[in-house]
Nanobody, 124 residues
Framework: QVQLVESGGGSVQAGGSLRLSCIASGSGYIYSTFCMSWFRQAPGKEREAVALIDTDGSTHYADSVKDRFTISRDNNKNTLYLRMNSAKPDDTAMYYC????????????????WGQGTKVTVSS
């Protein structure tokens, strides 16, 4: 069973930067075989995918964060990152990391392991 714990959230002014981290722990798994992602949910809004990173390192971003956010992973540290640059008030949300065990190297995008979230507030 894999557990995910996010950290790094906080308050930042518009235009500032933050780096979120998500550490995976547990036993009986190989972190590098997991498809990883960051989601966010703002108050009163639906949860949305922000950035995805597959087992081969390929990345995908929501249009709203493209060219501002960077997702990365360190398989040696079982850690997922989200670098947030040029933050905007619209980025204010609870950020969650999520994982899915790849099957045959394929990421189905049905993430079934979730962290508790870390809150990000961007002030104007």
């Amino acid at each position: 069973q894999v557990q995910l714990v996010e950290s790094g959230g906080g308050s930042v002014q518009a235009g500032g930067s933050l780096r979120l981290s998500c550490i995976a722990s547990g036993s009986g798994y190989i972190y590098s075989t997991f498809c990883m992602s960051w989601f966010r949910q703002a108050p009163g809004k639906e949860r949305e995918a922000v950035a995805l990173i597959d087992t081969d390192g390929s990345t995908h971003y929501a249009d709203s964060v493209k060219d501002r956010f960077t997702i990365s992973r360190d398989n040696n540290k079982n850690t997922l990152y989200l670098r947030m640059n040029s933050a905007k008030p619209d980025d204010t949300a609870m950020y969650y990391c999520a994982a899915e065990a790849a099957r045959g190297g394929y990421c189905s995008r049905f993430y079934n392991v979730w962290g508790q979230g870390t809150k990000v507030t961007v002030s104007s």
